[in-house]
């Protein structure tokens, strides 16, 4: 993770208060791609439910197309069935899976892409913490 964080393509978005974490997603750029890469979003536990991964996903997809990219990418965890039914319910579809992705259990994952909305709805204010 520290090697994605100080790479100058990775922004890594962080939503919370005062001294909390609400959540954060870390997003990749590739030079020369028109496709952006959802590398991780994540919301804390005690903040699930509240519509936090919505609006990290939305600032993802903004901040994609300040970018330039055409297209967002991510993987899910075949048997995520939670953030597969969130992504799918915001557009997100299928494109392949990769087995063996996940070291840890050889579950394959799918790759979801979706094209990003020129005109992303009104977020609140997140706390800027991008690495260059």
């Not at 909390?20 to 979003?41: D, K, M, N, P």
């Not at 609006?55 to 300040?66: G, K, Q, S, Y």
């Not at 979801?112 to 706390?127: D, I, M, Q, W, Y």
Request: hydrophobic share 35%; glycine share 8%; with cysteine.
């Amino acid at each position: 993770m520290r090697r994605l964080l100080s790479s100058p393509t990775a922004r890594l978005r962080v939503l919370g208060g005062e001294g909390s974490v609400e959540g954060y997603h870390l997003t990749l750029f590739r030079r020369g791609s028109r496709i952006a890469r959802l590398y991780s979003l994540v919301v804390a536990p005690h903040h699930r439910g509240k519509g936090i991964a919505g609006t990290l996903l939305a600032d993802a997809e903004a901040l994609a197309v300040r970018q330039g990219a055409r297209a967002l990418r991510l993987e899910v965890r075949k048997d995520n069935a939670r953030a597969i039914r969130f992504y799918t319910r915001l557009g997100y579809r299928k494109i392949g899976e990769r087995p063996q992705y996940y070291a840890t259990r050889p579950l394959p994952c799918a790759t979801r892409r979706r094209s990003p909305s020129a005109n992303p709805p009104k977020l609140p204010t997140l706390r800027r913490t991008e690495v260059r």
